[in-house]
């Protein structure tokens, strides 16, 4: 049995007005942040501690708002959408496999998934 994964990205509200979304890269694929779920802590802790200790954000200062099933292949995992102010974390993504993207690359992203319930990313 595969083991259970969750997966998440976050909205960064530019200063500007725009928007940005984490992503992971890795071998010219673009994909959610995504990490197993493990069975002391709920999905919900798994991608934060993902985003704390992986990406370097302040999780503090994150709101989720969205939480949305997606299908990647026979695989369902739960996607948790969160949302950050630029001008309250330093952004420095340190890992060179994570960076912020244009909405066009979550575009591409959502086209490898089925998503149970539309989620509405404002």
């Given at each position: 049995m595969e083991q259970v994964k969750v997966a998440g990205t976050v909205i960064l509200n530019q200063e500007d007005g725009h928007k940005k979304f984490l992503v992971r890269k890795e071998n010219d694929q673009v994909e959610f942040v995504m990490t197993k779920v493990d069975n002391e802590y709920t999905s919900l802790a798994c991608i934060l501690n993902e985003f704390r200790d992986e990406v370097h954000l302040d999780t503090g200062n994150m709101e989720l708002v969205e939480l949305?099933?997606?299908?990647?292949?026979?695989?369902?995992?739960?996607?948790f959408v969160f949302s950050l102010d630029e001008e309250k974390d330093s952004l420095d993504v340190e890992d060179?496999?994570?960076?912020?993207?244009d909405p066009k690359t979550l575009r591409e992203i959502l086209e490898n998934f089925e998503i149970s319930g539309v989620p509405y990313l404002s």
């Amino acid at each position: 049995m595969e083991q259970v994964k969750v997966a998440g990205t976050v909205i960064l509200n530019q200063e500007d007005g725009h928007k940005k979304f984490l992503v992971r890269k890795e071998n010219d694929q673009v994909e959610f942040v995504m990490t197993k779920v493990d069975n002391e802590y709920t999905s919900l802790a798994c991608i934060l501690n993902e985003f704390r200790d992986e990406v370097h954000l302040d999780t503090g200062n994150m709101e989720l708002v969205e939480l949305t099933s997606v299908y990647f292949g026979e695989l369902k995992m739960p996607l948790f959408v969160f949302s950050l102010d630029e001008e309250k974390d330093s952004l420095d993504v340190e890992d060179s496999i994570f960076s912020w993207e244009d909405p066009k690359t979550l575009r591409e992203i959502l086209e490898n998934f089925e998503i149970s319930g539309v989620p509405y990313l404002s």
